[in-house]
T-cell receptor
Framework: EADIYQTPRYLVIGTGKKITLECSQT?????MYWYQQDPGMELHLIHY???????EKGDLSSESTVSRIRTEHFPLTLESARPSHTSQYLC????????????FGQGTRLTVV | AQKITQTQPGMFVQEKEAVTLDCTYD???????LFWYKQPSSGEMIFLIY??????QNATEGRYSLNFQKARKSANLVISASQLGDSAMYFC????????????FGTGTRLTIIP
């Protein structure tokens, strides 16, 4: 069973609020990722990190930012939430080395009203 | 650029029957791999099976197997003896380049198992 946790699971928030989606893993994985998924659609990579102090933007442009101060923690922040940010956000991690599967958290369903 | 195509938006299958979920891909990499993930209605992504292009034999994991045909650039997932708990979205995914787990996902197939 994967040990990667996301909080909150569900979040409804007003336009203009600052929010942080939390993601933590206890597997010691160096690589971590954030994906965005609209209902019934594919996942798109928005951020990734190869280790502490490493962050890169993914294939899908996003107004969110991320930080990686500790190996186990990879929070995603939206400074000013908008309705267009309504989506599901999935965090994942994988171990370093030749290709290995990514372990996903349960996701945060964000609704901005 | 990597591209994954899943042409079956939805499938309905009788319980205990086998089902094949299609996935075709396009990549310029000489070495690559394909992942399959399951996403139940609860939202998490569950890793099912992986195969590298260099693997000689098709991968199998319990009731899951990959029908990997490199010449056709297809990597279809076969689920044998389907169960009600198999009802979910299924995604095929391709790493952006070999040795990298930045995944490009297909649009998914919603599988519904009928009792």
């Amino acid at each position: 069973e994967a040990d990667i946790y996301q909080t909150p699971r569900y979040l409804v928030i007003g336009t203009g609020k600052k929010i942080t989606l939390e993601c933590s893993q206890t597997m010691g994985h160096d690589k971590m990722y954030w994906y965005q998924q609209d209902p019934g659609m594919e996942l798109h990579l928005i951020h990734y990190s190869y280790g502490v102090n490493s962050t890169e933007k993914g294939d899908l442009s996003s107004e969110s930012t991320v930080s990686r101060i500790r190996t186990e923690h990879f929070p995603l922040t939206l400074e000013s939430a908008r309705p267009s940010h309504t989506s599901q956000y999935l965090c994942a991690s994988s171990k370093t080395g030749l290709i290995s599967e990514a372990f996903f958290g349960q996701g945060t369903r964000l609704t901005v009203v | 650029a990597q591209k994954i195509t899943q042409t079956q938006p939805g499938m309905f299958v009788q319980e205990k029957e086998a089902v094949t979920l299609d996935c075709t891909y396009d990549t310029s990499d000489q070495s690559y791999g394909l992942f399959w993930y399951k996403q139940p209605s609860s939202g998490e992504m569950i890793f099912l099976i992986y195969q590298g292009s260099y693997d000689e034999q098709n991968a199998t994991e319990g009731r899951y197997s990959l029908n990997f045909q490199k010449a056709r650039k297809s990597a279809n997932l076969v689920i044998s003896a389907s169960q009600l708990g198999d009802s979910a979205m299924y995604f095929c995914a391709l790493p952006s380049n070999f040795g990298n787990e930045k995944l490009t996902f297909g649009t998914g197939t919603r599988l519904t198992i009928i009792p």
